[in-house]
């Protein structure tokens, strides 16, 4: 099979734009999944007689799996390597799209879905890293939120794809068959994305970890050319030759604080609400009066805004900065959420008022917490331990999203709409006190470079715990 070669011939960013637009597909995949649950959880409650709690189950069931997927992800991608590891996730992908589109029960259907969920755990955390540790540092922003735009791609298409097969029978066809058409579907773009995947190469950060320099530099030289590719190579063995990568490490002053913000920040791009948003967005459009189809047609256009204005978060990303992005579109999504609680408790939920406010809310996410998280987290880690500590950050954040919305119809249902959105409001807020308190801004430093800033910090912190002694 043919493969994207790197070659000494000088600096390529259409190589690095290539390659890190295939690995971001498995953001795809990820989008896909978040949108075709929306889709089909209303026939699938008529066809398998869900309570609300069951309800919740058809969705987080797949986030069980997420779960375990990225923590598998760091151990397995620092022993077998990043390619490897996304391709067997591909195959994982395939497998639960194939059989969450044929069950007879809801057992099977759950089974399924996990099994889905191992590789949408594994691709959430590796597509992201991968980018980070192929691109220059200048653009590394926008090609890490590639994955981000490939997610946002995916939910949108799945958008129209579940409205297209929802139309296309009545409603008892609907109940018994459209739901297993739109799972079943994401086999292709599962294919697609282990098929490209040989052709990319290995992560060179990886490969010098391994010992195999002299690999990781024809690939740095193509995306640097000779002078800088050298010089990177020299930096990055560096960065290994430091410390031993030890579990241990995680805990250590400095790093320990990177973690700190690295799971905190996933945790909260979760519990501010989005794929509560996003998984359910018919069923809430459809509790304002919308009719079925009337829903699903307004759910692409909450698809439409993530996908322009992710677009928008990828230019502004190496240009405005990571942290401003953040307070911006936290400081936006916590006015729309109190506002749409605000709308609920005073009886004026209108379809078409929820619908406007709901697009402000994820036009905000699609501009700050969408894309930039996944950045933050692919780029703020030490090299000795990012593949462990993404992991852990991106267990973290899966681990986030099935606390949502597993919760979220008995909470919608006990506490209601009101009170649900300001929850999600105050989250929203939270956000914006965190980032600007501890989040720092790495707009155009090596990963080198931040590992230093972590450094110092961890020399800071020893040198205060001496005094204080």
Known sequence: ???????????????????????????????????????????????????????????????????????????????????????????????????????????????????????????????PLYNAEIAPARYRGRLVAFNQFAVVTGIFITYFINSGIAGSGGDAWDVSTAWRWMFGIGAIPGVVFMVLMFLVPESPRWLIKQGRAEEALAILLRIHGEEAAKQEVLEIKASFAQKQARFGELFKP??????????????????????????????????????????????????????????????????????????????????????????????????????????????????????????????????????RATAIASMALWAADYAVSQSFPPLLDSAGPAATYWIFGALSLVTVLFTWRFVPETKGKSLEEIEHLWDEQGAAAQARARAAE
């Open 254 to 387: 400095g790093v320990r604080f990177a973690l700190f913000v690295g799971v905190v920040i996933a945790v909260l791009q979760q519990v501010t609400g989005i794929n509560a948003i996003m998984y359910y967005a018919p069923e809430i459009l459809k509790s304002t009066g919308a009719g079925t189809n009337a829903a699903l047609i307004q759910t692409i256009l909450v698809g439409f805004i993530n996908f322009i204005f992710t677009i928008l978060s990828i230019w502004l990303i190496d240009k405005a900065g990571r942290k401003a992005l953040l307070l911006v579109g936290s400081s936006l999504m916590t006015a729309s959420l109190l506002a749409i609680g605000i709308v609920f408790h005073t009886g004026h939920a209108t379809g078409s008022l929820v619908l406007v406010l709901m697009l402000v809310y994820v036009a905000a996410f699609a501009i700050s917490l969408g894309p930039v998280v996944w950045v933050l987290l692919s780029e703020i880690f030490p090299n000795r331990i990012r593949g």
């Open 1 to 127: 099979m043919t493969t994207l070669r790197a070659t000494a011939s000088g600096p390529s960013m259409r190589f690095v734009t290539l390659v890190s637009m295939i690995a971001a597909l498995g953001g795809l995949l990820f989008g896909f999944d978040t949108a075709v649950v929306s889709g089909a959880i209303g026939f699938m409650q008529d066809r398998f007689d869900l309570s609300e709690f069951e309800k919740g189950w058809a969705v987080s069931s797949l986030i069980i799996g997420c779960i375990v997927g990225a923590a598998a992800s760091g151990w397995l991608s620092d022993g077998l390597g990043r390619k490897k590891v996304l391709i067997g996730a591909a195959l994982l992908f395939i497998i639960g799209s194939i059989f969450s589109a044929t069950p007879d029960t809801f057992t099977g259907y759950v089974m399924a879905r996990m099994v889905g969920g191992l590789g949408i755990g594994i691709t959430s955390t590796l597509c």
